[in-house]
């Protein structure tokens, strides 16, 4: 697939439904990747609530890249604004979810997601972007350093036993 007719646009209602689409295939991938990443049996209904809410929440953004020629929504980017409270800059913005559909990868589409989240993220306010993901996730970890991004926090986990 060729990417010439791509726009990057924010997500619409009428989007939900192909953007659904692609979150619950990301959630599945996070899935394989580590089991502790086990999704709910009804994702598909969580994820299009995720996304309205999404819709009406002020600090949170995403965009779709919709191929004009087929009207199909090639990729997503989800990020939050949030207020880092103690350090500067105050705000930044958290990659939180980012998928592009097979056909549409390695053609820099990627990259165009990316650049225009740091538009828009700039237009709001913040200051850095940082993106979360799961630790098992290499194709992540080589695309953001290739683009420049460096290690923030860690994250460390251990179950709640009953």
């Not at 726009?7 to 989007?15: H, P, Q, S």
């Not at 439904?17 to 999704?39: I, S, W």
């Not at 604004?81 to 980012?98: G, H, N, W």
């Not at 993901?133 to 991004?149: C, E, H, K, M, V």
Request: contains cysteine; neutral net charge.
């Amino acid at each position: 697939m060729s990417i010439e007719n791509i726009v990057i646009r924010n997500m619409t209602e009428a989007d939900i439904d192909q953007v659904a689409e692609l979150v619950v295939r990301l959630k599945g991938l996070n899935e394989e990747l580590d089991p502790h990443f086990k999704v709910v049996p009804n994702i598909y209904d969580v994820v299009k609530e995720y996304l309205a809410r999404s819709l009406k929440d002020e600090n949170t953004v995403v965009l779709v890249a919709e191929d004009t020629s087929n009207k199909v929504i090639a990729g997503i980017i989800r990020f939050v604004i949030e207020d880092r409270l103690f350090y500067e800059p105050r705000l930044k913005a958290q990659i939180t979810d980012f998928y592009i559909r097979p056909q549409y990868r390695r053609k820099s589409l990627g990259k165009m997601l990316i650049d225009k989240t740091f538009e828009e993220a700039r237009k709001r306010g913040a200051g850095i972007v940082t993106a979360i993901y799961p630790a098992g996730n290499s194709i992540a970890d080589s695309f953001y350093t290739r683009l420049g991004f460096t290690e923030l926090n860690k994250e460390l986990y251990k179950p709640c036993s009953i």
